[in-house]
């Protein structure tokens, strides 16, 4: 686990940790409590999820998620869209977006901000995450929890096919319970074969 953050340049606040008492005290202590708001500042929110998933792959993350806590306000990124969604997708991770409303909104006439967009309605939808809109910042919180429950109740379904058969072009994944939800991410293809059985 890390977080990043990435006004006005990308930088890692938090060094990956697998223990998560020692993630969640480092978070706190290096990464929530130095936050603070640059009035005039802008986002690189496109440039940081390339920069982060080049590190997911770099790092052979093992089950990759990008969480991003956003506003509407100005976007300094020069990536496209394409290159940011197919970066998250190459890396195989999730993407979850929080748009907070609250505050300034940036012009949707900018390149710049119409890139973000697409990359928060394609890029989540895509790739096994959900974008959600937060009116306030005091919904923030009951969003991460929500967020932080569905990621821990997560099952890893694996398919794999001998050798000897076309492999199929589509895998649908469904739920019987209408309260479930089922998404899917990139398919990665496994270093060495499935042995057979």
Do not use: W
């Not at 953050?5 to 938090?14: K, L, Q, Y």
């Not at 990759?64 to 998250?88: H, L, M, Q, R």
């Not at 794999?160 to 319970?177: G, H, N, Y």
């Not at 990139?186 to 059985?197: D, G, T």
């Amino acid at each position: 686990m890390c977080t990043t953050r990435f006004p006005p340049f990308s930088r890692e606040n938090v060094r990956r940790s697998f223990e998560r008492m020692a993630f969640l005290s480092a978070l706190k202590s290096r990464g929530i409590d130095r936050l603070f708001a640059q009035p005039g500042s802008g986002m690189y929110l496109l440039e940081a999820l390339i920069d982060t998933s080049k590190g997911f792959v770099k790092n052979e993350t093992p089950r990759p998620v990008i969480v991003a806590v956003i506003t509407e306000g100005k976007e300094f990124s020069n990536a496209s869209a394409e290159n940011v969604i197919k970066a998250i997708h190459d890396s195989g991770a999730q993407f979850y977006a929080l748009l907070l409303t609250e505050g300034p909104r940036a012009s949707d006439q900018d390149d710049e901000v119409r890139q973000r967009g697409i990359v928060l309605d394609r890029g989540t939808s895509e790739n096994g995450g959900t974008r959600e809109i937060v009116i306030s910042h005091l919904g923030i919180k009951d969003r991460l929890d929500t967020l932080a429950s569905e990621l821990l109740g997560q099952v890893a379904v694996t398919y794999a096919s001998p050798d000897r058969l076309v492999p199929a072009e589509k895998i649908t994944i469904a739920a019987v319970r209408d309260d479930l939800t089922a998404r899917g991410v990139p398919v990665r293809l496994a270093a060495k074969p499935v042995p057979e059985r």
